[in-house]
């Protein structure tokens, strides 16, 4: 079952896509609101796995909403579905990540299409993250295992990155975006637009950076200015 939310300030459109998704037994409800300042506040100690979300809403627009969604979680923000009446928003909604569009009213029939389409997308990558708790990674003409348990952090270098253990320092041709749907998500957190680092080797937080022991002594990796919020929740921190 996945779960959803549904941020729209017309209480109408907000109880027509609740019917729909009541119908729709893969679907379970989390959270409905008409005031998308509050779903972002909800959304600070929740993730559900699909947003149905307006464009046009008083005090946040869904295209500055969604921004603020994808600065949290990247790769693994929830799937959006923009639902509104203005068909001349759908090119920007694309573009800013959305996976699918509705138009207001939404048919029952339009919503389970789309809604087919998202749990195929979902389960495939359910599928892809019940792995092995390793990976192979090419270096010098050779697979590598490395397990997710042994790395420290991720930095990204132009189209390289370097997995950093204990044991090793590995470049391998990939990018972060890339890299960060391997690991996993519960063990691993995006800090910085160059970083990904293990949550359980952070043993500090100095300002605006997180210390992590390394093999040499400490290791300061800084946290960007869009993800900060983010990983201090994430960290348990207020």
């Known amino acids: ?40 506040a909800f959304l600070d100690n929740q993730k559900p796995d699909i947003i149905f979300l307006d464009i046009e809403m008083p005090g ?12 949290k979680w990247g790769n693994y923000a929830p799937k ?24 207001k009213p939404v048919s029952f029939i339009r919503f389970k299409k789309c809604i087919d389409r998202i749990i ?5 990558r359910k599928v892809f993250f019940e792995k092995p708790d390793f990976f192979f990674v090419e270096d010098e003409g050779k697979k590598i295992r490395v397990k997710f ?21 590995r470049i391998i041709y990939k990018s972060m975006n890339a890299i960060q749907e391997i690991v996993p998500y519960d063990k691993f957190m995006r800090v910085h637009k160059s970083y990904i680092v293990a949550i359980d080797k952070v043993f500090a937080v100095k300002t605006n950076d997180l210390m992590l022991n390394v ?24």
């Open 120 to 124: 195929d997308i979902l389960d495939k």
């Open 1 to 40: 079952m996945y779960t959803c939310i549904i941020v729209d300030d017309q209480k109408e459109a907000v109880d027509l896509i609740k019917d729909h998704v009541l119908k729709i037994p893969q679907l379970s409800l989390q959270y409905m609101t008409t005031d998308p300042i509050s779903a972002l």
């Open 215 to 238: 093999k040499d002594g400490e290791k300061s990796i800084p946290v960007g200015i869009t993800f900060k919020n983010s990983v201090m929740k994430r960290l348990g921190i207020d």
């Open 80 to 103: 959006i579905v923009f639902t509104t009446g203005y068909s001349d928003y759908a090119l920007s909604g694309y573009e800013h990540g959305a996976v699918d569009y509705l138009l």
């Open 60 to 71: 946040i627009t869904g295209i500055e909403f969604i921004e603020s969604v994808n600065a």
């Open 149 to 169: 348990n042994d790395i420290i952090y991720i930095e990204g270098a132009g189209n390289y990155i370097v997995i950093v253990t204990n044991e090793a320092k």
